[in-house]
């Protein structure tokens, strides 16, 4: 059985005016997987992460500095990107809360996959700094639950977002339970991720150059990432599932179709039915077409349904 978690709440967080991280994003995930072939899905309302979940990953300035615009009636300005406003907080804590639920749930046994279909995204976001669109780092919060509550040992996180989770690595940069890889365009913003960026043994980038498409990547996964995840041998695989890799996005150079995340979901899910017991939590992030966004969703999610 595979979950859905999302949130009505999570429409309703506003990046701006022409923002290109947009409630509509999120509508046009959801239509999409409204579809029949979609209709076995265990939808779940996500619940709002708990302040004991967010101090796990975020400094307490950081937590307080968002909660603080809970409530707000006006949209303020964080970063040049990185707006919050009304019905922010409220979209961030079910985004990260939706995360922490999801691993509960794999590891409990209550299903074997689950995609959170949630915003604002989250990798971007370091402990100390809302940053790229992010507040809280949704995908970090649900890796150190299931350090911390379920004890294990052996944590991966996989991101494919065209922009490297500079946030992420980061957090878990000095944990070795942790494994961060992350395929992605550069350079790009945040201006990170390069290949020699490796912690302590736990961080793998892999660079794609503007206008790498399909045989890139695949060869990236293939034969650099890849067989580091599966001599990890996680108990658990975490996604960062962005799709703005994809040819038709506007905010990078990439070349990627919806085949390419149908593949690569593929392959993950693979490794975690060999490593981890089939475990694996899959978040949004990027994809910022919203026609490309739909149908690379729908791929992701079908692969994760075989």
């Avoid at 309703?12 to 409630?23: I, K, M, N, T």
């Avoid at 076995?40 to 937590?63: F, Y």
């Avoid at 390419?260 to 975690?272: F, K, P, R, V």
Wanted: some cysteine; charged content about 20%; overall charge negative.
């Amino acid at each position: 059985m595979m979950r859905l978690y999302t949130h009505a709440d999570c429409l309703q967080h506003a990046g701006g005016l022409d923002h290109a991280e947009r409630p509509a994003r999120l509508r046009a995930v959801l239509q999409a997987l409204d579809h029949d072939r979609f209709a076995a899905l265990d939808r779940i309302e996500a619940p709002r992460a708990s302040r004991e979940q967010l101090l796990r990953v975020h400094s307490a300035t950081h937590v307080d500095r968002i909660l603080a615009h809970a409530g707000d009636s006006e949209l303020h300005a964080l970063d040049e990107d990185t707006w919050i406003g009304p019905g922010s907080v409220e979209a961030a804590l079910r985004a990260a809360g939706a995360v922490a639920a999801a691993v509960d749930a794999v590891i409990g046994g209550q299903c074997e996959a689950a995609f959170c279909a949630v915003r604002p995204p989250g990798h971007h976001a370091t402990r100390d700094e809302a940053m790229g669109f992010c507040l809280f780092n949704n995908l970090a919060v649900g890796a150190a639950q299931a350090l911390a509550v379920h004890g294990l040992k052996r944590v991966a996180i996989a991101d494919f977002d065209v922009h490297h989770g500079n946030g992420t690595q980061a957090i878990f940069e000095r944990e070795p339970r942790v494994l961060f890889l992350s395929s992605h365009q550069s350079p790009l913003y945040p201006s990170s991720g390069a290949e020699d960026e490796c912690g302590v043994g736990n961080i793998v980038n892999g660079t794609l150059s503007p206008g790498a498409g399909s045989l890139e990547f695949r060869e990236l996964w293939t034969h650099r990432l890849l067989p580091r995840l599966h001599a990890f041998k996680p108990q658990l695989v975490l996604v960062s599932a962005g799709f703005d890799a994809h040819r038709q996005d506007p905010l990078a150079d990439l070349r990627l179709g919806q085949e390419d995340y149908a593949w690569i979901t593929d392959q993950l899910q693979a490794l975690a039915r060999r490593h981890a017991g089939g475990r694996l939590v899959s978040t949004l992030e990027g994809g910022y077409d919203l026609g490309a966004l739909a149908a690379s969703v729908s791929a992701h999610v079908g692969a994760l349904m075989a």
